[in-house]
C-alpha cells in the first residue's frame, strides 16, 4: 500500500523537477530520490511512511563505509557532526555503515513543504559532511554523473568597437521637468 504521506512527498518533489520513485511494502511505503553533492559524492534519499499520518522517517542510508580500523575514528567524526547539526543525525550502524537520519512529526501541516526543505537541507549537510567522514577514513560513494565530454575551445571573440560617448542631459527644476 503507499500511504498518503509518500503520495504528498512524491508529488512535491515532481513540483520541484525531482525524479524520484515509490517504493511499497507490506507495512510500509517510500519515496526515493539520489543526487549527486557538491562534494563530488552522492546520496539516496527515502522517505518512509507506514501510517496514514504525517510521521515520516527521512533516511539517506549507506552514504558512507567505515574499515574496522577506522571505525573508531568515524564515530568520532560523527560526534562532531552530531553536535554541529541539530536536525540531522548521523548514526555508525552495527556493519559500519554511516546513514543520516532525519524525522518528520505526524502533526506537521506543510508536509510538502518540509519533506522538501529537509531534501535541500540534507545536500548541503551531506556535503559539508564528507571531507570530515573521509579524513576519519570512511569510503564515501562516488558521485553517478559522469565525467563531461571533453569540448573543443570556443573561438576567441571578435573585439567589439569603442562605443559612442553618452549625451549627457542636464535637468532643471526640482521634478525633473
Same mark, same amino acid.
Given at each position: ?41 552522492? @546520496? ?5 511512511? $507506514?501510517? &496514514?499520518?504525517?510521521?515520516? +522517517? ?5 552514504? %558512507?563505509? *567505515? ?47 518540509? @519533506? ?5 537541507? $540534507?545536500? &548541503?549537510?551531506?556535503?559539508? +559532511? ?5 579524513? %576519519?577514513? *570512511? ?39
Amino acid at each position: 500500500m503507499i500511504y498518503p504521506p509518500s503520495k504528498v512527498i512524491q508529488q512535491a518533489l515532481l513540483d520541484h523537477q525531482v525524479r524520484c520513485d515509490v517504493m511499497e511494502g507490506q507495512d510500509s511505503s517510500a519515496v526515493v530520490t539520489g543526487f549527486d553533492l557538491n562534494s563530488g559524492d552522492s @546520496a539516496t534519499f527515502h522517505f518512509i511512511s $507506514s501510517s &496514514d499520518k504525517n510521521d515520516v +522517517a527521512f533516511r539517506c542510508f549507506n552514504f %558512507a563505509q *567505515a574499515a574496522p580500523d577506522t571505525a573508531a575514528a568515524v564515530l568520532s567524526a560523527l560526534n562532531q557532526l552530531n553536535q554541529q547539526y541539530r536536525y540531522a543525525k548521523f548514526v555508525l550502524h552495527e556493519d559500519d555503515s554511516v546513514s543520516m537520519q532525519m524525522d518528520i512529526p505526524q502533526e506537521t501541516v506543510n508536509l510538502d513543504r518540509v @519533506a522538501f526543505e529537509l531534501l535541500v537541507r $540534507s545536500l &548541503d549537510i551531506l556535503a559539508e +559532511a564528507s571531507p570530515v567522514l573521509k579524513q %576519519a577514513g *570512511a569510503v564515501l560513494h562516488p558521485a553517478q554523473g559522469g565525467p563531461e565530454e571533453a569540448k573543443e575551445p570556443a573561438p576567441p571573440a571578435e573585439p567589439k568597437p569603442e562605443p559612442e560617448p553618452k549625451k549627457r542631459f542636464h535637468l532643471f527644476g526640482g521634478n525633473g521637468k
